[in-house]
């Protein structure tokens, strides 16, 4: 098996050294499927720019009052990825990968993770402050990721620079609440075994961050929505801010997936009548509707036709309040039907997704639980 392995990583960097000499040798087009086409654009890019792939690297650190005003820039960023990379740094801690965290124009501005600071090519690249851009440091997946909008994976000599070539990274992108890019999350290698499942485990943490920003938005409702067929409640759900008179204060990539208004190449105000084909103020009532402090979610119809699932919380009514007073109170009650099926999602949810034992547990046949989340029909 080890041996079988061996072959397959010496493949791996055969292909990779044919591709760099067919563009950056022969400035030829990459031939057939040994290397991704957004790598080629990559390497022309610095190219054109008067890069050469035999120059040294600086790995230069912004002005000390330009990371001043970095820091201060990113300062709700910081605030939403810090937990996220604490999590990440323990998740990579047996392998040679480390996290970094930039800007939007490739600044570092937090590393977690196994950073060996003897390895100066580790040390180089995680100080605060340093610029990563790939007009700084060529073909990187920080570069890559911040120029492309999509997760990538780096290996090795796909990277522009030779300098560079110890390196192996995974990036995904960053999108604040407005839909704008707000910087990329990297993990990176040095002379370490290739791990492109890393470009996963980022492309998740990276999700859990932009959703720690939209929550962080100021609003007077927060709106979870995903598909039927998916239970409300963790990092792939959309979220929606709505302050007090229904205007979208934020959203995450999901909830712009799942809802065309949201549409981040629209700069104008969306409120909430344009998302939903219902009156927005429902989303309100249904908020305060907690019974037994359980939020029930409710069937929100979209005005292509589609239906969402939405969970509307109101952040100073928490799902999990219990006894309430004056105006929440007096909230109508909910429907049994929409407190059976809020039971039955959290039945699910606890059972991690297993249907079977939630059905137990409720005492109901899996059949039930099905139709309840709009599935499989009772028979």
Known sequence: ??????????????????????????????????ADPWIERSWR???????????????????????????????????????????????????????????????????????????????LITRIGV??????????????????????????????FTANCAYSCAGAPLFGPDGRCAGMLDLTGVDAVERPELKHLVTQSARSIENALTQGRPHHL?????WSQHCLGDDGDGLVCLDADGWVTGANPAARQMVAHLDSANPAPVHGSELFAMPWERLFDAATGAVSG?????????????????????????????????????????????IETALIRKAVNEARGNVMKAARTLGVSRATVYRRLGGKPDR
Request: with cysteine; aromatic share 4%; hydrophobic share 45%.
């Open 1 to 34: 098996m080890l041996s079988v392995l061996i072959r397959s990583a010496e493949q791996r960097l055969r292909q990779i050294a044919q591709a760099r000499q067919a563009v950056l040798e022969c400035g030829t087009s990459l031939p057939g499927a040994l």
């Open 45 to 123: 890019r610095c190219l054109a720019s008067g890069k050469r792939p035999e120059q040294e690297v600086a790995f230069d650190v912004i002005a000390p009052q330009a990371l001043r005003r970095t820091e201060e820039a990113n300062h709700v960023l910081l605030q939403a990825a810090r937990p996220v990379l604490d999590k990440l740094g323990a998740a990579i801690a047996s392998t040679r990968y480390f996290a970094i965290l930039t800007n939007a124009d490739g600044v570092v501005v937090d590393v977690n993770g196994p950073i060996d600071r003897r390895d100066r090519r580790a040390d």
């Open 131 to 160: 610029n990563l851009s790939e007009q700084s440091v060529g073909t990187t997946a920080i570069g890559a990721a911040l120029t492309e909008l999509q997760p990538v994976w780096l290996h090795r000599g796909e990277h522009f």
């Open 222 to 226: 927060l709106i979870r929505l995903n």
């Open 294 to 338: 359980l939020q029930a979610s409710i069937e929100v119809p979209l005005w292509s036709g589609l239906r969402l699932h939405a969970l509307p919380l109101r952040p100073d009514r928490p799902a999990t309040s219990g006894r309430r007073s004056g105006a929440a109170a007096r909230a109508p009650e909910l429907p049994l039907k929409d």
